[in-house]
């Protein structure tokens, strides 16, 4: 099946720092979705994004199929940004999503 | 509030017991999805029903169970709880159920004593 990689795996940022954070993903995709999961456990949906850019605020993503990678930037950074950011992805015929191992955010006052 | 809804948010039970969990899916979803969520396993794939039907299944024991209902709603069924069994579970839905965007509810969390 499709292997899904995100790195780093953890990061600690000062407050109003810029990060970016990548997902590399085995096999060509029909859905790619990046989740923030909050203290709280709570899955936070904050792009669905197969391929090309999208941005909303601070977060903005870029998935290049082809190259079968993802990059999700986060920037000015805020404390409310820590916790678990997820990439997940379907592929093959069906349609269940493979998520990645996480990266662990924690922005720093 | 992603409009993915989940019942109860917390459930502690112990080894042995049998418990429901229940879902309900964004207005105008028809295809549901369950996934367990373990220290261990990470994020992880159960099953799939999309208007009433099973369409696929993933890494889910034969002690558990689900069904979509009519009115589009899900329940997981877990038997025979082992303490392995703790977990977050999340149910999520999409519109059809063909590499749609997947919203997720807020999860119940399980702890078997």
């Known amino acids: 099946g499709i292997q899904v990689e995100q790195s780093p795996p953890d990061l600690i940022l000062q407050e109003g720092a810029n990060s970016t954070l990548r997902c590399n993903f085995s096999?060509?995709?029909?859905?790619l979705q990046w989740f923030h999961q909050n203290p709280w456990g709570q899955l936070i949906n904050l792009f669905y994004?197969?391929?090309g850019t999208k941005q909303n605020g601070r977060l903005s993503a870029t998935t290049v199929a082809t190259e079968r990678y993802s990059l999700l930037y986060i920037s000015s950074s805020q404390t409310t940004d820590s916790g678990v950011y997820f990439c997940a992805v379907v592929g093959g015929a069906t349609n269940k999503l493979i998520f990645g191992t996480g990266t662990l955010l924690a922005v720093q006052p | 509030d992603s409009g993915v809804t989940q019942t109860p948010k917390h459930l502690i039970t112990a080894t042995g017991q049998r418990v429901t969990l229940r879902c309900s899916p964004r207005s105008g979803d028809l295809s549901v999805y369950w996934y367990q969520q373990s220290l261990d396993q990470g994020l992880q794939f159960l099953i799939q029903?999309?208007?009433?039907?099973?369409?696929a299944k993933g890494n889910i024991l034969e002690r558990f169970s689900a069904q979509q209902f009519p009115d589009l709603h899900s329940e997981l069924n877990l038997s025979s709880l082992e303490l392995g069994d703790s977990a977050l579970y999340f149910c999520?839905?999409?519109?059809?159920?063909?590499?749609?965007?997947?919203?997720f509810g807020p999860g119940t969390r399980l702890t078997v004593t």
């Open positions: 029903y999309y208007n009433g039907e099973e369409r």
């Open positions: 999520a839905s999409s519109v059809l159920e063909d590499s749609y965007e997947q919203y």
């Open positions: 994004i197969p391929s």
């Open positions: 096999d060509s995709v029909n859905n």
